[in-house]
């Protein structure tokens, strides 16, 4: 992404450059936040199965 706004920078659009650059970063660790909360969620069920076996209401699912 920053290779394909480089023209923004050779232009004098320094601002909107960074500001892109800048958007980008926080959407991609606002992804990996969201996503290792619902992992580590979906791993804590799991290890809660190997311990305690099934929960109840996951006895007639497959």
Not at 22 to 49: C, H, N, P, S
């Amino acid at each position: 992404m920053a290779y394909v706004s480089l023209d923004l920078l050779r232009a004098g659009h320094s601002l909107r450059y960074y500001s892109t650059l800048a958007g980008g970063l926080v959407l991609i660790a606002l992804i990996y936040w969201r996503l290792r909360k619902k992992e580590m969620a979906a791993r804590a069920k799991t290890d809660d199965e190997a311990q305690f076996g099934p929960y109840p209401q996951d006895m007639g699912k497959k």
